[in-house]
């Protein structure tokens, strides 16, 4: 299985911050890679997918980078509504893995 | 409007069989390249994919849990079912059903169900 991992674990920002989250592979996944916000008590939600396409409806401060093992989740002028907890996913190989998750808050 | 919805029991008891619906409106479950999937979550833990079933009847699943998972669809009805056997306090948690896209090699989640909870207690 690929395993991801994701770094930092949890982080704090404010208000009109902008702030970056990494994930990465255990081996090759070119730019097959999704992220995806999960807001508290709610299910996930689509943000990024093939690693730097944004989803349609997504708002412009989410943007995503990286091909291989490394990449980055960046989200610009902090928002209270961006409190959530980020995940990535590759779909380079079977079984679909996520990342453990970065928490945001505010 | 795409939507999904999953059903079924809140709490099933150690060795019993989970059986979850998902009804799925705004597309099709036997046209275009769409599927759906079911991922869950423990409580506090991350997301774990479980099972995905495509338009085309191609279905993948999770290899540690093959033997327990059987997915199916009921085009008629706009369902998907997940039956996951022999079910552990380890299988507490949220369960998903999402749509996929796909093209070629890629594949999202694009569309998610609210999710159900499940407890397994005896």
């Known amino acids: 299985d690929i395993q991801m991992t994701q770094s930092p674990s949890s982080l704090s920002g404010s208000v009109g911050d902008t702030v970056t989250i990494t994930c990465q592979a255990s081996q090759d996944i070119s730019n097959y890679l999704n992220w995806y916000q999960q807001k508290p008590g709610k299910a996930p939600k689509l943000l990024i997918h093939d690693a730097f396409n944004l989803e349609t409806g997504v708002t412009w401060r989410f943007s995503g980078s990286g091909s291989g093992t490394d990449f980055t989740l960046t989200i610009r002028t902090l928002q209270p509504e961006d409190v959530a907890t980020y995940y990535c996913?590759?779909?380079?190989?079977?079984?679909?893995?996520f990342g453990p998750g970065t928490k945001l808050d505010i | 409007q795409v939507t999904l919805m999953e059903s079924g029991p809140v709490l099933v008891k150690p060795t019993e069989t989970l059986t979850l619906t998902c009804n799925v409106s705004?597309?099709?479950?036997?046209?275009?390249?769409?599927?759906v999937t079911w991922i869950r979550q423990p409580p506090g833990k991350a997301l774990e994919w479980l099972a995905h079933?495509?338009?085309?009847?191609?279905?993948s699943y999770r290899t540690s849990l093959k033997s327990r998972l059987t997915i199916s669809k009921d085009t008629s009805k706009s369902q998907v079912v997940l039956a996951m056997t022999n079910m552990a306090p380890a299988d507490t948690g949220t369960y998903y059903c999402a749509r996929i896209r796909y093209y070629e090699r890629r594949k999202a989640f694009d569309t998610w169900g609210q999710g159900t909870i499940v407890t397994v207690s005896s």
């Open positions: 996913q590759q779909y380079e190989n079977l079984p679909l893995t």
């Open positions: 705004g597309f099709s479950l036997s046209s275009g390249r769409l599927g």
């Open positions: 079933i495509y338009s085309n009847d191609e279905i």
